[in-house]
């Protein structure tokens, strides 16, 4: 059988000298291409065939390269360290990138992950990246909160305070809500010196709701604390709290002018907190069932309640019985609270929730009945144990609860429709009229 013979179509030269390897492209009689590699090393002639001149190029140059340097075969890469390498080339062109950027990448971040594997820092970068939330900054957000107040038709009261304490937050912080870490709500809160623990801790409560509205939005993270919720608190010392003594009250409700006076008699009379009163209505007094409702939504714990209207209470509201519409309508309330106390000559001026603590402490010593005062004021009894209730006598509870309008009364600063019913109900009574003074204010 005749062997087919190989032809040899053009040579390619890799290297010079003693290091230079010669290609030769053979065309076998199948019609293949066969690219065969020729040198000398140590004083033999050597060959290799391959059937890719680029494998065959690459092959004869790293044996130049050996053949330079001296090294021995066993320095040549495999036929498998060559797929190897075409496939990483080929992985790090899939990204945009070469093979020695990509090495030079990698080999930053394995440093920079240390111990950790790279899929996991991968993993929990993309969970906690702030560019997967919606970019808000602290003044955005704040503003987004306070609006949202609005509209859930909080007090105005509330709005203001949390208007308030976000400004001042803003004014400090600045930047995006995602940005904000605990070191700097607490460096703004420590910076609060002119306010005391209950204020700060007042002011926190603020941005605490505020960014937990925040992470609802989408802005924060959504299974992590918030930077407010993780800042710290201060201890408040705990006071002494303060009541009206009867004759106190009665000085009060005398020289109370007829804007604030349905507050002061209410908080005093029923316990109600000013921020409920403001969002009472005068159709929410049912007085000839006997007592106040406090809707749901107008309630501080959300949660609907009726509360005895005591019958010297609607002696003081008598002005105002087929009244209609909000029962507050001033805005400056502890400003009026203060002018009044002020009026009545009371020591040391007014008292913060002393009305309410008042009511409490009398309450429970008329009826006895902790639970059932705890009920009508909307707190636990465990709070009033601990908050609110003062040791009062039963007499004393007795002469509180007794308290009402002198023979002739008209609270000072009555519109004139009101004051016009108010005289016809005291002629159809036969009161005494009020005297010409009272009558002038």
């Known amino acids: 059988m005749t062997r087919k013979r190989k032809r040899r179509s053009s040579v390619v030269e890799i290297g010079n000298g003693p290091a230079r390897i010669k290609i030769y492209t053979m065309n076998r009689r199948d ?57 990483c080339e080929q992985v790090a062109r899939d990204h945009g990138v070469g093979l020695s950027a990509a090495m030079d990448e990698w080999a930053s971040a394995r440093k920079a992950a240390g111990e950790i594997p790279l899929s996991d820092a991968v ?153 409920e009163v403001e969002r009472l209505t005068w159709q929410d007094i049912k007085w000839d069932r006997g007592h106040i409702e406090i809707a749901s939504h107008k309630a501080k714990t959300a949660a609907r309640r009726l509360v005895p209207l005591p019958e010297n209470l609607k002696a003081w509201l008598a002005p105002w019985r087929e009244e209609t519409g909000p029962i507050l309508t001033i805005s ?36 006895g009945d902790v639970a059932r005062t705890s009920l009508e004021a909307g707190n636990s009894p465990k709070m009033i144990f601990r908050h609110y209730r003062e040791i009062v006598d039963e007499e004393a509870a007795r002469t509180w609860f007794g308290i009402t309008p002198p023979d002739g009364w008209m609270p000072t600063g009555l519109k004139h429709s009101l004051r016009e019913r108010m005289r016809r109900l005291l002629a159809q009574e036969g009161t005494p009229r009020v005297d010409s003074e009272d009558s002038a204010a």
Not at 69 to 85: F, H, M, S, V
């Open 31 to 87: 019609g293949y291409p066969e690219f065969t590699l020729s040198w000398k090393e140590a004083a033999r002639r050597k060959t290799r065939s391959f059937s890719s001149m680029d494998e065959a190029r690459m092959i004869a140059q790293q044996i130049s390269v050996r053949l330079t340097n001296g090294w021995t075969a066993a320095d040549e890469a495999t036929r498998r360290d060559i797929d190897l390498l075409r496939h």
């Open 123 to 275: 993993r929990f970068y993309q969970a906690n990246r702030a560019d997967l939330f919606a970019v808000r900054t602290n003044v955005q957000a704040a503003a987004e909160f306070v609006e949202s107040l609005k509209r859930k038709g909080v007090s105005a009261i509330y709005v203001r305070n949390a208007t308030s304490s976000l400004k001042r937050f803003t004014d400090v912080v600045a930047g995006n809500i995602a940005d904000v870490s605990v070191a700097d709500i607490n460096r703004f809160l420590d910076g609060l010196k002119s306010l005391g623990p209950v204020s700060k801790n007042g002011i926190r409560r603020n941005l605490v709701t505020m960014f937990g509205f925040a992470k609802k939005q989408g802005y924060l993270h959504p299974d992590r604390k918030t930077a407010a919720e993780q800042s710290d608190s201060f201890k408040e010392t705990e006071k002494e709290i303060e009541i009206f003594t009867p004759d106190e009250m009665r000085d009060i409700l005398l020289a109370a002018h007829a804007r604030i006076l349905p507050l002061i008699a209410i908080g005093g009379f029923c316990g109600i907190r000013s921020a």
């Open 332 to 367: 400056d309330v502890s400003g009026a609270l203060g002018d009044t106390a002020v009026k009545a000559k009371i020591p040391g001026g007014w008292r913060q929730n002393a009305l309410r603590h008042s009511f409490i402490s009398y309450r429970v010593s008329m009826t």
